[in-house]
Nanobody
Framework: VQLVESGGGLVQPGGSLRLSCAAS????????MSWYRQAVGKERELVAS????????NYAGSMKGRLTISRDNAKNTVYLQMNNLIPDDTAVYYC?????????????WGQGTQVTVSS
């Protein structure tokens, strides 16, 4: 299983970024996908999640209203569009996959991508 995030970087306050997470090694279309973030000195927190079919989405925390999570099951990729970024959004953003197979739950993390919001 591999989850490879990309799209992070340095952005000015008020700017936008689109993160991508390319998945492989499992049946992507059956997995619920999420984005988490972890700032220095803080616990990892859920940012957004999307169901396997793409219709059900959930947004959490202070970024609600500034995010759009989406997925392309044909490309095995989940995206996170982030708008109107503020310095407090600076963190490492992680992709997370979860699915069940034969009554067993599987969870995997990506390696993370750094997002820095600064002028």
């Amino acid at each position: 299983v591999q989850l490879v995030e990309s799209g992070g970087g340095l952005v000015q306050p008020g700017g936008s970024l689109r993160l991508s997470c390319a998945a492989s090694g499992f049946t992507f279309s059956t997995a619920a996908m999420s984005w988490y973030r972890q700032a220095v000195g803080k616990e990892r927190e859920l940012v957004a999640s999307i169901g396997s079919g793409g219709a059900a989405t959930n947004y959490a925390g202070s970024m609600k209203g500034r995010l759009t999570i989406s997925r392309d099951n044909a490309k095995n990729t989940v995206y996170l569009q982030m708008n109107n970024l503020i310095p407090d959004d600076t963190a490492v953003y992680y992709c997370h996959a979860r699915w069940w197979y034969q009554s067993k739950e599987y969870r995997y993390w990506g390696q993370g991508t750094q997002v820095t919001v600064s002028s």
